[in-house]
């Protein structure tokens, strides 16, 4: 039998906040959703002036990244991303009645070396999702890490 970690409430909060805190910083109204290891909202929060589509966009970039274990702009990046015309996953998008999300703003959180959940960014564009989507990981490990725990905090992540 396998232990496992779960996120939890609590983690969920500091990942939200530390999103928030960036996306406040860089200056764009975002919706951030942070879902367990089956990919479901512990979390979700969009700031004043977000898109209404941020929450449902959101969430599917963060039952993407925590069911498939990447980054969820992996799946499209050139010139080997899966999902690309021609690759072998091209149309995966299509796939858990069109929730899969196949472009940025989706992280898996990795804690340990397992996947836990996933976080979601909608609202800015690329590089503005990224920066908040690895200041919520950043938020995480800086949580954990008294504990003993190592959380991965990088863009690009393939379990």
Partial sequence: MKQVLK???EEARVMVAAAVAKALELNVPETVCIADDGGYPIALERMNGARVTGPQIAWNKAFTAAGH????HLFTTPPNGPALPGNEAFGIQLSFEGRFAAFVGGFPVVVDGEVIGGVGLSGGNGEQDIACGVAALAALQAMLEPLGHKVMVQADIKK
Avoid: G, I, M, Y
């Avoid at 274990?69 to 969820?72: A, G, H, N, V």
């Fill in 7 to 9: 996120l939890e409430l």
């Fill in 69 to 72: 274990k990447r980054s969820t």
